[in-house]
């Protein structure tokens, strides 16, 4: 019999999820006899406290995102942060060890900073019966994110290890691997035969619009954006679990001029990227780096104020990706790229540049040892 895995994620949009799942993917292949657990710590089933915490998190990003940030900002320091994050831990380190005592892992793998804190300020005791590991799903280090007591750290970049470095992580458990995603996205796609098995027209324009698990990110104001563009597109949009955008962007094809595909939960995510000339996203990093990982060219919108928004900077400033800032206008940025393709090949090489499409391979060769 394998080694026992417990990795725990966080049902907080889809990022989370996606990485822990393509972790549990790597582990898998490479050694089929491991046992796995998945656990999604801010469920209800995990803890009541903790599902409550969730659903704060989200009102506080619908409602008031200001405030949001503003509590970002304000946990980012090291003094301030870590009292946020003493505070936290006295109230989440239970639910840890429920789970503990249940599994009783070999390894705890966290894709979510709140329960890579919790492993973290266990006692030593607890500590010692098993490797603890943490996978940031960011392109950038959170306060929130350093735990002192884990035993390995897997991140994007090299300067988010410069970061944990400076917070005081030791050099020489932090592995710069890129963020995992699933062996779809690791597979070279040819964009001609993506469209035809999607019944999308070879010869036009492919607009893909995603906004994450959650379907969130303004993609009906996009959508009157794009109207605005003569040439004919087909504009392939992904509302995630979001049913009541996917009914008004349903209700805007019947009035467009373009060719609107409107779709909920989809498992071609992979080919519908690799048939889009351009993704429009907010920037989630699991979205960024699945677009990223197969060289599609991506207009970022709509980040929610902190790790979004250092996201979006990383793409922008890679030249991956170009963020959309208050003012620019989606419709001419969007043209101009179609109007150009040397434009939209430079993003393509770019991404290449970047990729690390077997990162969860990579992960999962460090942690198996």
Not at 52 to 59: E, Q, V
Not at 112 to 124: K, N, R
Not at 187 to 192: H, Y
Not at 286 to 309: C, D, F, Q, W
């Amino acid at each position: 019999m394998g080694k026992n895995y417990l990795i725990v994620t966080a049902s907080v949009g889809s990022g989370h999820e996606k990485a822990a799942a393509a972790v549990a993917e790597g582990i898998q292949k490479q050694c089929p006899d491991a046992q796995i657990n998945t656990i999604d710590f801010m469920s209800v089933k995990t803890s009541l406290i903790n599902a409550f915490m969730k659903s704060c998190y989200l009102n506080m990003l619908h409602f008031v995102p200001n405030l949001y940030e503003f509590m970002y900002q304000f946990t980012a320091g090291k003094k301030k942060g870590g009292f946020v994050k003493w505070a936290m831990s006295s109230v989440i380190v239970h639910s840890m060890k429920v789970l503990i005592k249940k599994f009783r892992p070999e390894v705890i793998i966290c894709t979510h900073p709140f329960p890579a804190d919790a492993v973290s300020h266990l006692p030593e005791k607890w500590r010692r019966e098993f490797t603890s590991c943490a996978i940031i799903t960011d392109y950038s280090v959170h306060q929130m994110w350093v735990c002192p007591n884990l035993d390995k750290y897997f991140v994007a970049i090299d300067p988010m290890k410069e970061q944990l470095v400076e917070y005081g992580i030791r050099e020489d458990i932090i592995h710069v691997t890129g963020i995992p995603v699933g062996g779809e996205f690791s597979q070279i796609l040819d964009k001609k035969t993506c469209r035809q098995e999607l019944d999308l027209d070879v010869d036009l324009p492919v607009i893909m619009l995603m906004g994450g698990g959650l379907g969130l990110g303004g993609m009906d104001v996009a959508m009157n954006q794009l109207e605005r563009i003569k040439e004919i597109l087909q504009i392939v949009v992904i509302a995630g679990k979001n049913t009541e955008l996917k009914k008004n962007v349903e209700a805007l094809a019947d009035k467009s001029h373009h060719r609107i595909i409107t779709l909920g939960y989809t498992d071609k995510v992979a080919k519908l990227m690799r048939a889009a000339d351009i993704l429009i996203t907010k920037p989630g990093a699991l979205t960024l780096t699945e677009a990223m990982s197969l060289g599609t060219p991506m207009v970022l919108h709509e980040p929610i104020p902190g790790p979004e928004t250092d996201n979006a900077r990383f793409m922008d400033q890679g030249g991956m990706a170009i963020w959309l800032h208050s003012g620019d206008s989606l419709s001419k940025i969007v043209g101009d790229l179609l109007r150009h393709p040397d434009k939209l090949e430079n993003m393509h090489l770019k991404a290449e540049t970047y990729r690390r499409a077997m990162a969860a391979a990579d992960i999962a060769e460090k942690i198996i040892g």
